[in-house]
């Protein structure tokens, strides 16, 4: 299993940035996908998730109807993380993880502790 974070970068606050998660080794079928993110001096926390094998998202609250979650599939899987009215508290390394999740009913996993494959970080600095 292989994750390959991208597209981080310096944005001004009320901008917009595309996260990539390039996904390989595995049947994205069969996964959730999450991205959480790391602020210095802070826990990381989750931003959102999908199931692939429905479609199934969820969105924390901080981010809920500025951020999408989104997956392409072809010769290589990737799912987006579509970042709009960016805020100086999204600072933060972002990471996309998985879990094999795969019948089970209900929304993807939601808490670090339930991924058990990360990619390395990306990191987003929103600043004027």
Known sequence: VQLQASGGGLVQPG???R???AASGFTLDYYAIGWFRQA???EREGVSFIKISDGNTYYADSVKGRFTISVERGDKDTVYLQM???KPEDT???Y???TYWFGVF???PRTVSEY???GQGTLVTVSS
């Open 15 to 17: 901008g917009s940035l």
């Open 19 to 21: 996260l990539s998660c």
């Open 40 to 42: 210095p001096g802070k």
């Open 84 to 86: 709009n009215s960016l």
């Open 92 to 94: 933060a390394l972002y």
């Open 96 to 98: 996309c993880a998985t």
């Open 106 to 108: 209900g929304p993807p």
């Open 116 to 118: 058990n494959y990360w």
